[in-house]
C-alpha cells in the first residue's frame, strides 16, 4: 500500500522560513510525479510545486520564486523549502503522488495524497 507522510509544518511569523518533508513508502519502480498542495478553509486546493521523475519541476503562480521543491531518491523523500512566507500561505499542506513522465499540478490528476501538515504564517 502507497503510504506519504508529511512533517515538519507549524506556525512561524511573516518573513520566516520553514521546510516541510514528505516521506513516502509503497511505491514500485515505475515513473511517479510528486508534488506539493495546499488548502485553505473553504478554499480550494491548489498547487504549490511539483518535480516530475525526471527531476523536471514547476510551480505555482503564487510562489514567485520563494519555494523550492527537491527529491531525495535515496530516502524517496520530497522536500519544499518555503522561503519569506507570507500569512496567505496559511493553509494545510499536502504531498502527492501519481504515475506519470510530466510535471503536472492538478489535483485531478494525482492518485495518492498524504494526511497533510498544517502551516500557520501569522503578520
Not at 506519504?4 to 516541510?20: A, K, M, P
Not at 514500485?28 to 525526471?54: C, L, M
Not at 523549502?81 to 493553509?91: Q, S, V, Y
Request: net charge negative; aromatic share 10%.
Amino acid at each position: 500500500q502507497v503510504r506519504l507522510v508529511e512533517s515538519g509544518g507549524g506556525s512561524v511569523q511573516s518573513g520566516g522560513s520553514l521546510r516541510l518533508s514528505c516521506a513516502t513508502s509503497g511505491l514500485t519502480n515505475n515513473k511517479y510525479s510528486v508534488a506539493w498542495f495546499r488548502q485553505a478553509p473553504g478554499q480550494e486546493r491548489e498547487g504549490v510545486a511539483v518535480i516530475a521523475d525526471d527531476g523536471s519541476t514547476r510551480y505555482g503562480d503564487f510562489v514567485e520564486d520563494r519555494f523550492i521543491v527537491s527529491r531525495d531518491r535515496d530516502k524517496r523523500s520530497l522536500d519544499l523549502e518555503m522561503n519569506t512566507l507570507k500569512p496567505e500561505d496559511t493553509a494545510m499542506y499536502y504531498c502527492a503522488a501519481t504515475p506519470g513522465w510530466l510535471p503536472v499540478l492538478h489535483p485531478r490528476d494525482y492518485v495518492y495524497w498524504g494526511q497533510g501538515t498544517q502551516v500557520t504564517v501569522s503578520s
